[in-house]
């Protein structure tokens, strides 16, 4: 359990990161947190020739809450995000997930944006952005990219990012009037990954009619599945809404694996159930702001 | 593969190393420094037995390398007693409630609950059984653990 040997490069600016990153290309791996990685080092399952560590970059360890959402800068803790009243100002479900990933010591140490670069379909914060429709900005040498969440995330463990990139921050777009969120996830011991769940968000108009309602699902697909029930619910008022039709057509547009922790079929029967929570408690968050 | 020169504050004793990239905190403190308090379970991050203080906030010291750690502040649990020796708050707690068995787990779980209770120093029953989560005991001896850290919130609010 100790990690394969590689090359330890700590850069004291984002140029100088940016500079060996490129050298590197697909030899080199950004170590922000670490909780992923580190993990994965030491059990052997990944073996890059350059750890380029970004701890020493203070100047990505930001956190700006402002009225188009939330940019938090690679270097940003879970907990820091997690602990910050402006942000749970402007998008709420950022805490209420935060809260579900893994342990306090953990997100003590583990980033936001390292967590959507890891792009696990099995955690919190990569359904968060698919759900919101997020975005996450990738640098390289002299130019940046943004790149929006429905082609960010490529597969299990993998992301629109490119040898040499790095992520320097995503954008959380900011919780609209009359809108809600939830999220509501079942794992099998406390801080683990969920075997299932289901984050929501629904928007009303000025009637309280539904003109939105999306559910992006974890643990259902090599990438966090994103639901729009728009078309089940959409123009009810929320609480006349039809939440358990909108819950049966994410657990009829979504197809599970089964694996050692969970069957497919009680996956499946999970979102259904959690869609449906996830779905009512964000009409009702929406219904009463 | 050249290794690297480190500095770190621990237990307030400025400590030097010399050490490979790939050097998890976690052995640095064992091997390359003798602090053997700090303790080693299963090196992904699970069980937190290897939990120490950075800069006062609770890790992981199994999923960090010691070269992240130059230049930072590290308490382990040989720095939570006062220098004389006196045990701290939290530790009499564990002893006074029987609040360890064999003892593997502690280490971490001292380091955790020291922090968790400067930043919330009357914790609820939830907030202490979410505090610790992270910890685990390998004698599942929860009960008295929990009531240690009650018992720690009182002497820490009796000294005040």
């Known amino acids: 359990m100790k990690p394969p040997p590689f090359d330890y490069h700590a850069p004291r600016s984002v140029g100088e990161a940016l500079e060996i990153l490129t050298e590197a290309g697909d030899e080199g791996k950004v170590l922000a947190g670490g909780q992923s990685l580190i993990p994965m080092l030491n059990m052997r399952l990944t073996h890059p020739r350059h750890v380029v560590d970004v701890n020493g970059l203070t100047e990505l360890a930001t956190v700006e809450a402002g009225p188009g959402g939330v940019l938090v800068g690679a270097l940003a803790r879970h907990a820091q995000v997690e602990r910050s009243e402006p942000v749970a100002a402007v998008q709420p479900l950022l805490r209420r997930a935060l809260g579900l990933v893994a342990h306090p010591v953990i997100r003590n140490r583990g980033t936001v944006v390292g967590s959507l670069v890891h792009a696990d379909p099995a955690a919190e914060l990569p359904a968060v952005l698919a759900l919101l429709g997020g975005s996450v900005r990738l640098a390289r040498p002299g130019s940046t990219r943004d790149v929006a969440a429905d082609v960010f995330f490529t597969g299990p463990l993998e992301s629109a990012l490119r040898p040499g990139e790095l992520a320097v921050s995503a954008l959380f777009p900011a919780l609209g009037p009359r809108s809600g969120t939830a999220f509501h996830e079942v794992a099998r011991r406390h801080g683990d990954y969920a075997i299932s769940g289901a984050a929501a968000l629904v928007v009303l108009d000025e009637d309280l009619r539904v003109v939105t309602a999306r559910v992006a699902c974890v643990s259902a697909g090599p990438v966090p599945v994103v639901v729009d029930v728009t078309g089940v619910c959409g123009g009810d008022r929320w609480e006349a809404a039809d939440w358990r039709g909108a819950a049966a057509a994410v657990w009829d547009e979504t197809e599970p694996e089964g694996d050692i922790h969970a069957s497919a079929d009680y996956r499946r029967h999970l979102l259904g159930v959690l869609a449906e929570r996830a779905l009512t408690e964000a009409a009702q968050e929406a219904g009463n702001r | ?160």
């Not at chain 2, 006062?82 to 564990?94: H, I």
């Not at chain 2, 020291?114 to 989560?133: C, F, K, Q, Y």
Request: proline share 4%; with cysteine; hydrophobic share 35%.
């Open chain 2, 1 to 160: 593969m050249r290794d690297i020169a480190i500095t770190l504050t621990v237990n307030g004793i400025v400590r030097r190393a010399t050490v490979p990239g790939r050097r998890l905190l976690s052995d640095c403190l064992r091997h390359d420094l003798g602090l053997t308090g700090t303790h080693v379970g299963c090196e992904h991050g699970v069980c937190g037995c290897c939990t120490v203080l950075l800069d006062g906030q609770p890790v992981r010291s199994c999923l960090m390398f010691a070269a992240t750690a130059d230049g930072h502040e590290v308490t382990t649990v040989e720095g939570l007693a006062e220098p004389d020796g006196t045990l701290s708050p939290v530790q009499r707690a564990f002893a006074e409630c029987h609040g360890l068995q064999c003892g593997f787990c502690t280490p971490g779980f001292l380091c955790t609950v020291t922090a968790l209770l400067r930043d919330n120093p009357a914790p609820g029953e939830e907030e202490v059984v979410e505090g610790i989560s992270g910890n685990l005991c390998r004698c599942t001896g929860y009960q008295n653990i929990v009531r240690a850290v009650h018992r720690a919130a009182e002497i820490l609010a009796e000294e005040r």
